[in-house]
C-alpha cells in the first residue's frame, strides 16, 4: 500500500519539492510511528474534532495516504543512498589507478612528444588543474589528443590500447564520482521527495495535535494523545 500511497501523492510531493525545503527534524522512522499512532487516537475522537470546525477528510482520512507516501519516499532515498555508498567505495578503490594512468600517460606524451612544442603545449594544458573531475577530463582529453598523433606515438612503441581505455574508464568514473557525491538526478530527487513527503505529513499531523490539543484541552486522558512523545524526550 505505501508504493500506492506514494503514487496517489507523487504530483502533490512534486510541488513541494520546488519549494526550498528543511531536512525532517526527527528520524524518519519515529514520525512515521508517531503519525500512525495519532491517526488511530484521533479516529476515536472524530466526532469532537469535527465539532470544533476541524476538516478531518483533508487531515485526518488523509493521514494514512501521507504516512504510506513517506514510508515509500524513504525506502527509495534509502536505496540511493546504498547506491551512493557502494559508489563511494568504488571511487576510493578506483581512484589511484585511474591517477596512475594519467600520470602514465603525461609522461609518455612528454617523451613522445619532445620534438612537438605545439603538441607538449597541448600536454602542459591537461596537466594544468587539479582534482579529481580534472583527473577525469585529463583522461578523456589525453585519449583524443593521443588518437589525433598516432604517428609520434607509434615511434615510441605506445600501446593504443591504452588510449580506449583511458576513454572508458573517462566516462565510468565520472558517472562513479557523480554518484558517490551524491549529484545525480536521481539521488537528489529521491532526497527531495523524501523531504517533500516528510513535510506533508507534518503538516497534517501538525493540524490534528493543533485541533486535538484544543478540543481536550480540558479532558488530560485525551489530550496526551496529541502531544508527541519524541518532543517530551
Not at 115 to 143: F, P
Not at 158 to 186: I, V
Amino acid at each position: 500500500m505505501s508504493q500506492e500511497h506514494y503514487e496517489l501523492k507523487l504530483d502533490t510531493l512534486q510541488t513541494i519539492a520546488n519549494a526550498e525545503l528543511a531536512p525532517p527534524n526527527r528520524p524518519v522512522d519515529t514520525a512515521l510511528q508517531e503519525a500512525e499512532n495519532l491517526f488511530v487516537w484521533a479516529q476515536a475522537d472524530q466526532a469532537a474534532l469535527e465539532g470544533i470546525g476541524f476538516d478531518w477528510a483533508t487531515w485526518g482520512a488523509d493521514l494514512p495516504l501521507r504516512t504510506g507516501a513517506l514510508r515509500y519516499a524513504q525506502s527509495l532515498w534509502v536505496s540511493e543512498r546504498h547506491t551512493k555508498d557502494q559508489a563511494e567505495m568504488d571511487w576510493k578503490n578506483a581512484a589511484p589507478a585511474a591517477y596512475e594512468l594519467r600520470d602514465d600517460l603525461l609522461a609518455s606524451f612528454r617523451y613522445a612528444f619532445r620534438k612537438r612544442e605545439d603538441l607538449l603545449n597541448r600536454v602542459r594544458e591537461i596537466s594544468e588543474g587539479s582534482g579529481n573531475a580534472d583527473m577525469i577530463q585529463d583522461l578523456s582529453d589525453l585519449s583524443a589528443l593521443g588518437k589525433a598523433n598516432m604517428a609520434e606515438l607509434d615511434k615510441i612503441k605506445f600501446d593504443p590500447a591504452r588510449l580506449d581505455f583511458a576513454a572508458t574508464q573517462a566516462d565510468q568514473l565520472a558517472d562513479m564520482l557523480a554518484l558517490a557525491n551524491g549529484t545525480t538526478q536521481d539521488t537528489n530527487q529521491a532526497k527531495l521527495l523524501r523531504d517533500a513527503a516528510f513535510a506533508h505529513l507534518k503538516e497534517a499531523v501538525d493540524e490534528i495535535r493543533t485541533a486535538g490539543k484544543y478540543a481536550f484541552r480540558k479532558q488530560k486522558d485525551r489530550y496526551q494523545g496529541y502531544t508527541s512523545q519524541y518532543h517530551k524526550k
